[in-house]
Antibody, heavy 118, light 108 residues
Framework: EVQLVESGGGLVQPGGSLRLSCAASGFTFSSYWMHWVRQAPGKGLVWVSRINSDGSSTSYADSVKGRFTISRDNAKNTLYLQMNSLRAEDTAVYYC???????????WGQGTLVTVSS | SSELTQDPAVSVALGQTVRITCQGDSLRSYYASWYQQKPGQAPVLVIYGKNNRPSGIPDRFSGSSSGNTASLTITGAQAEDEADYYCNSRDSSGNLVVFGGGTKLTVL
């Protein structure tokens, strides 16, 4: 069974940092591109970042470019999102999602809540 | 602002057919995918590609596309279909991913 389990969310002050993790199981993690998508309370889905299967290529939404870094450890079957210089508008549930070849986000984690507030 | 535009809310009578649309220039070049999200839950993929349903998605869900508009059609809407629906595709450059703003579907 495919499972994606996010962790690392919590309350952080503006300007602070946080690292999210997404533990994958039930599939060959190293074969899949992975993404982070976020959802502010009561709002819609917003794509954040993606990384290719071996970690050599990444992309970011303009709103997080230069502040967030996506990475992965295929030996540990884990995806990461390092978030620096956090702002109130980064407050959201952060989901990790799997993207197989030629198919969009087919599995999502349950999300982890990040709250940026003083 | 999103490069994919959806109506904020749509309603349908139980058992009737409803179409949810998604507009954007990138849809002239790329297919849209559709996700269903119920309160407190993660999104679930319901339609992708030309008109493909993942395993477990009822066949009352279908997708289509014309020009810059993609559509999700639910034929014979059920009470359990009440949810938020999001379209997703690439941005106009083709390099990044975008989601529509979402459509809240109410089944009356």
């Amino acid at each position: 069974e495919v499972q994606l389990v996010e962790s690392g969310g919590g309350l952080v002050q503006p300007g602070g940092s946080l690292r999210l993790s997404c533990a994958a199981s039930g599939f060959t993690f190293s074969s899949y591109w992975m993404h982070w998508v976020r959802q502010a309370p009561g709002k819609g889905l917003v794509w954040v970042s993606r990384i290719n299967s071996d970690g050599s290529s990444t992309s970011y939404a303009d709103s997080v470019k230069g502040r967030f870094t996506i990475s992965r450890d295929n030996a540990k079957n884990t995806l990461y999102l390092q978030m620096n210089s956090l702002r109130a508008e980064d407050t959201a549930v952060y989901y990790c999602a799997r993207v197989p070849p030629a198919v969009p986000f087919d599995y999502w984690g349950q999300g982890t809540l990040v709250t940026v507030s003083s | 602002s999103s490069e994919l535009t959806q109506d904020p809310a749509v309603s349908v009578a139980l058992g009737q057919t409803v179409r949810i649309t998604c507009q954007g220039d990138s849809l002239r070049s790329y297919y849209a995918s559709w996700y269903q999200q119920k309160p407190g839950q993660a999104p679930v993929l319901v339609i992708y590609g030309k008109n493909n349903r993942p395993s477990g998605i009822p066949d009352r869900f279908s997708g289509s596309s014309s020009g810059n508009t993609a559509s999700l059609t639910i034929t014979g809407a059920q009470a359990e279909d009440e949810a938020d629906y999001y379209c997703n595709s690439r941005d106009s450059s083709g390099n990044l991913v975008v989601f529509g703003g979402g459509t809240k579907l109410t089944v009356l």
